[in-house]
């Protein structure tokens, strides 16, 4: 999918046509100065999977390997005119939230460690909530000493994931109900 009228990608959109593509190649939890360098750093492999993505197969690697194709051709034209920044694009550049009804919540509260998790706040790092509840749910786990809930805990450990949590957190904020939570979570 494209946009109907090309722009001139400019600095930023430069910028933000590097991060997209990181993004696309799974590089997503890097900071964003670090996936821009990251799509730099693999230039050659963009050109030739732009020119060639029948034979130049690494595309095929990614989650959303249409949209990491897409990318790769319009950086490397991009890259390849004489000025980047006048280069004209129409590519959707998309950019995801971060858990997004979380981050309606740690405004609303003003919540400075919620906000740094689903990335309102600046940090080094981008902050990712599902792995910061999921070390809280493995140290609940850890810690149980309830008897009655022991065999339980023991059967849980090294079988809860960040895929296992993350739709229940996201949807937790939605009013996710018991018996729904409990139905993702056995997906």
């Known amino acids: 999918m494209t946009f109907s009228k090309a722009r001139k990608l400019g600095p930023e959109g430069l910028f933000w046509l590097k991060v997209h593509l990181a993004n696309k190649i799974g590089k997503d939890k890097l900071p964003l100065v670090e996936r821009a360098a990251y799509s730099e750093s693999i230039i050659e492999t963009v050109n030739r999977c732009a020119e060639d993505p029948k034979t130049n197969l690494e595309w095929l690697q990614s989650d959303s390997p249409w949209q990491t194709l897409a990318a790769m051709i ?23 939230g971060s858990c997004n009804g979380m ?15 689903v990335n309102l ?16 749910v493995i140290k609940e786990i850890e810690n149980e000493s309830n008897p009655e809930h022991l065999e339980i805990a023991e059967s849980l450990k090294d079988n809860v994931s960040r895929k296992v949590i993350k739709q229940t957190v996201m949807t937790s904020v939605y009013g996710v109900t018991f018996i729904g939570a409990r139905a993702q979570i056995q997906r």
Do not use: W
Request: charge should be negative; glycine fraction near 8%; avoid cysteine.
């Open 121 to 136: 706040a600046d940090s080094e790092r981008p902050g990712d909530v599902y792995t910061a509840i999921l070390k809280l």
């Open 103 to 117: 981050q309606h919540y740690a405004a609303f509260g003003r919540d400075e460690n919620g906000g740094r998790q």
């Open 74 to 96: 319009e950086l490397s034209a991009a890259m390849k005119s004489e000025n980047p920044e006048e280069y004209y694009s129409n590519l959707h550049i998309h950019v995801d």
